[in-house]
């Protein structure tokens, strides 16, 4: 049975509940809007139930550790099909097993959801570094990223700890979505009309500061002074640093 869904976690809980209800053993999860039809297959359209997906929610809390059940969340942002799959096999199996599933990686579930994690968590990890603010001439600074996973509902708390007395703005280009922070409050914002908007294009709509675009070239020239051509590892800076990032760094911008 192909289970057809929204994309969403609310949805991806509703499918378990949906699993329950009516009994189905085995069970595809696919999003609507990548499904291809399969005329041997038979599919079931899931309507996204706020309710259903909150009783999922808490009934797994009876399972599982908090975190455990956040490893679920981490890894539903990788946006894979693969990784959807194994999130709601071992959601469906956590409702009837009385030991610790997601510790046994001889299951090919645990380490997809563990591999998963691991991706996940390296890019979030990445985005705090890489995270570059610049500012707008009406004082809020903002960072235009575009992320291999959907990071932002990960870092935004780090970002809200880090900058608590500044008004800052994080955009995902790629998703069109983004977080806004006004000292007070985090909520979440969208700007561009379009799903896919180029990042050098994203940028150039909001006019920065003057004092940003001297900060900008005294911190472009500090980074060119203090590099020694003679001890240049291209490769070992490539490493730790990404090309895929340096659309994000200022000192990797020309003067």
């Not at 309507?47 to 599982?64: F, P, Y």
């Not at 004082?139 to 935004?156: A, K």
């Amino acid at each position: 049975m192909n289970y057809l869904f929204d994309g969403s976690f609310q949805g991806l809980l509703t499918c378990v509940f949906e699993a329950f209800e009516f009994k189905d053993v085995s069970v595809r999860i696919c999003e609507e809007q990548s499904y291809s039809a399969d005329m041997f297959s038979q599919t079931r359209t899931i309507i996204t139930n706020q309710t259903k997906a909150e009783r999922i929610w808490k009934g797994l809390s009876k399972h599982l550790k908090k975190s455990e059940i956040r490893s679920f969340y981490s890894a539903y942002l990788s946006e894979d099909a693969q990784a959807y799959q194994a999130i709601f096999n071992l959601m469906v199996r956590g409702f009837s097993t009385s030991f610790n599933l997601l510790h046994d990686y001889g299951d090919n579930d645990v380490m997809t959801l563990s591999q998963t994690l691991k991706k996940v968590g390296r890019e979030q990890h990445r985005m705090k570094a890489f995270v570059r603010f610049q500012k707008s001439n009406d004082g809020l600074y903002f960072s235009m990223v575009d992320p291999d996973f959907n990071v932002l509902p990960l870092i935004i708390a780090f970002f809200k700890n880090r900058y608590a007395d500044q008004r800052w703005m994080i955009y995902d280009v790629r998703r069109n979505y983004g977080f806004m922070y006004d000292k007070t409050k985090v909520f979440e914002i969208q700007l561009f009309e379009h799903t896919q908007v180029n990042l050098s294009i994203a940028l150039e709509t909001i006019e920065l500061d003057d004092s940003e675009l001297k900060y900008q070239r005294l911190w472009k020239q500090y980074f060119k002074s203090t590099n020694i051509e003679a001890r240049k590892n291209t490769k070992l800076h490539i490493q730790h640093v990404p090309k895929r990032y340096w659309k994000y760094l200022i000192e990797k911008q020309s003067l």
